[in-house]
């Protein structure tokens, strides 16, 4: 399954489980889960591009410890390899 397609289901599943643990509240502000499915039937005609931003406003850029910068590195290999998607950190400067 295309990773267009996988999203859906990864998306349904966590749905389900927020619902779970908040007595039965849809976790959707536009649409349902119709509609994803919908999304997912026509994923095969649909080229996703995919953007991560991570907001750390704690984390100041000139005063950024090694350990840090290697963790957001990590973070930033696993979501290019997985979604061939932008990375972006916005932190304070």
Known sequence: ???A???PAHLNDRAGKY???NNGISPYDVGDVTKLFAIRERAHMLEPRFHT???QPGLQAGQ???DQL???AG???YVRETTAGDFTVYCSP
């Open 1 to 3: 399954m295309e990773k």
């Open 5 to 7: 397609q996988q999203l």
């Open 19 to 21: 619902a779970q643990r």
């Open 53 to 55: 931003i991570v907001a």
């Open 64 to 66: 950024a410890t090694n």
């Open 70 to 72: 290697l963790l957001l």
């Open 75 to 77: 973070a930033q290999k």
